[in-house]
């Protein structure tokens, strides 16, 4: 099983918070792993990405500041922790890993295995 599973997706206020997890199978987990999303009649597009060793997560600009990534390595989950959330975050949220510990950006070519999708609603 190397499809991600995402969780914790809902609908909330504008203002509100929600965290995502996402679990990957020890197999892809050591990879880049990352969240992106996309809102109807709009690409896809990258939130957050983590390497697993050391490096600075990077971020779109439209959420730094207000979403946090993180990841355990020992369950092989990955989280997003999503604060001040707006109307225009409004989206299905995906989790996704790129099969190389090294990430390149937050393109989601680079990503081979795709979860389901969690959907998130922000109400204004």
């Known amino acids: 099983q190397s499809q991600p599973v995402e969780s914790g997706g809902g609908s909330v206020q504008a203002g509100g918070s929600l965290r995502l997890s996402c679990v990957a199978s020890?197999?892809?987990?050591?990879?880049?792993m990352g969240w992106f999303r996309q809102a109807p009649g709009k690409e896809r597009e990258g939130v957050a990405v983590?390497?697993?060793?050391?490096?600075?997560?990077l971020y779109a600009a439209s959420v730094k500041g207000r979403f946090t990534i993180s990841r355990d390595i020992v369950e092989n989950t990955l989280y997003l922790q999503m604060d001040n959330l707006k109307p225009e975050d409004t989206a299905m949220y995906y989790c996704?890993?790129?099969?190389?510990?090294?990430?390149?950006?937050?393109?989601?070519?680079?990503?081979?295995?795709w979860g389901q999708g969690t959907q998130v609603t922000v109400s204004s």
């Open positions: 020890r197999v892809i987990s050591g990879g880049c």
């Open positions: 996704a890993v790129r099969p190389v510990a090294q990430c390149r950006g937050l393109g989601p070519a680079d990503f081979t295995y």
């Open positions: 983590s390497s697993p060793y050391g490096s600075a997560p």
